[in-house]
């Protein structure tokens, strides 16, 4: 049944039907459509715009379709134009002429910015946990390898030696800004679009911000005609996911990079590795890598949306009917990333003497040696020269600094002592370090209590 034909006398062609119909990708809104309606004839009840009789009987029916949706003796039939026409058709099956009333002071465009609305708040607060599960699991790796050295990277390029307590926590600090970002998506949402009608509200005297408690939501929406047009907040959740998604894709490619035969920093788990089909030998990053590649398709949802609403006039236009797909598939593409993701790196093994020894032969202490000098007086200008001349010595012998005698270091200054080598060690390299935001363990203790506390209280 539609919910609309009055005025027409032709019937719909079958194209058109098909190609207008949503009920194909919103029937997944039922279970937000039927608390949206049993809030809304609560109220038409309370306003005596329905009797507590027949408000009873609406909700009573809707309750045993939604039970019946749940358990799978009511199929969702995908003939009907959309979810709401679907629960309003069985709901006049089952109760009768009581059932036509449902839709009293309202309108479909408020009917679906509803649901939207309740949806996505659903679906925030799913995301937010997995995020944190994410955390949690960074925070886990975190304390144990404080005092785990590797190169820290500038342009791919060796730089300074660092701990991958240190290196987790960059990307810790990513997604914790993820989950403030949902967090304020799902404030700036939550004000309910339902009596708004289609664009101008109604002669009915509903009361919005009943139905607005009713739903938990923090107030209605304070004018009729953005109510109903407005999809800013599935634009923002998109480019959240977007964000989410690329924070995802960086640590998957520095992941792909460490699993590689130059690198052997990490092993992934067989559960999260594929093999060739004609080279035995093979074990690739394969979750990595579709972390990586899926993220252009959340970048396509929002770039989609964008272009959707940047030429609609007010009100509502069927354009907006676009937004579910979109929105859908780059929820379900996000979620299952992060769930990967995480699983994969709970699971990795860390090759630590390959990464300390890659911080060793990567010049990652010339900073350090620099510094030594300066404490020795010399201008900070000529010791960045006189340790670049013995970087040079070292790529010409294929040696480390560590490995210059120090005979080999007083020819190209006498400043230099034997307490050099000391100076120049990974483990003091990283142990002085210790401003706020620093690799030392002790700034990284620090750092972990905080996180610590963080995920106890949000």
Request: charged share 25%.
């Amino acid at each position: 049944m539609n919910l609309w034909g009055g005025r027409f006398t032709k019937e719909t062609n079958q194209l058109v039907y098909q190609f207008n119909a949503s009920i194909p990708f919103d029937k997944r809104l039922y279970k937000q459509d039927i608390e949206g309606s049993i809030a809304h004839v609560t109220m038409l009840a309370r306003q005596s715009i329905l009797t507590e009789a027949e408000c009873s009987e609406i909700i009573s029916g809707l309750k045993g379709i939604l039970a019946d949706i749940e358990d799978g003796s009511l199929p969702i039939d995908e003939t009907c134009e959309d979810i709401h026409s679907f629960v309003e058709t069985h709901l006049i099956r089952r109760i009768g002429d009581t059932g036509k009333k449902l839709h009293t002071g309202r309108s479909r465009n408020d009917q679906v910015a509803l649901d939207m609305k309740l949806y996505i708040r659903d679906e925030i607060t799913e995301l937010d946990q997995l995020v944190k599960e994410l955390l949690s699991t960074l925070l886990s790796m975190m304390e144990e390898h404080t005092q785990t050295y590797m190169p820290g990277f500038t342009h791919l390029q060796k730089a300074q030696p660092i701990t991958l307590a240190h290196h987790l926590g960059a990307y810790f600090e990513m997604f914790k800004r993820d989950r403030q970002r949902l967090f304020d998506i799902r404030t700036r949402l939550n004000l309910c679009p339902l009596g708004s009608g289609a664009l101008a509200g109604t002669t009915y005297p509903l009361d919005r911000d009943y139905t607005a408690e009713l739903l938990h939501f923090d107030s209605a929406t304070a004018n009729s005609m953005d109510s109903v047009s407005d999809r800013d907040y599935l634009i923002e959740l998109l480019s959240a996911l977007s964000t989410i998604m690329m924070h995802l894709s960086r640590f998957s490619e520095e992941i792909i990079i460490w699993n590689s035969n130059e690198y052997r920093f990490v092993e992934l788990d067989d559960a999260y590795s594929t093999g060739s089909s004609i080279m035995p030998q093979k074990k690739n990053p394969d979750i990595a890598e579709l972390v990586r590649g899926k993220t252009g398709r959340v970048y396509g949802a929002l770039i989609s949306l964008l272009t959707v609403m940047k030429g609609l006039p007010l009100a509502y236009n069927k354009d907006i009917q676009e937004d579910k797909e979109l929105t859908f598939d780059a929820i379900d593409t996000t979620k299952g990333c992060i769930q990967l993701f995480t699983g994969m790196i709970s699971t990795m093994r860390f090759c630590k003497p390959t990464m300390e020894a890659s911080a060793k032969n990567g010049f990652t202490n010339a900073t350090d040696a620099a510094d030594y000098l300066v404490g020795k007086g010399v201008p900070f200008r000529d010791a960045h020269g006189i340790i670049g001349e013995l970087v040079l010595r070292c790529l010409e012998k294929n040696i480390s600094l560590d490995e210059l005698s120090l005979s080999e270091y007083k020819e190209v200054s006498p400043i230099f002592e034997a307490d050099i080598y000391e100076a120049i060690s990974l483990k003091t390299c990283v142990e002085k370090r210790l401003t706020k935001g620093a690799p030392s363990p002790a700034a990284m203790e620090q750092a972990i209590l905080l996180n610590k506390k963080y995920l106890n209280e949000t």
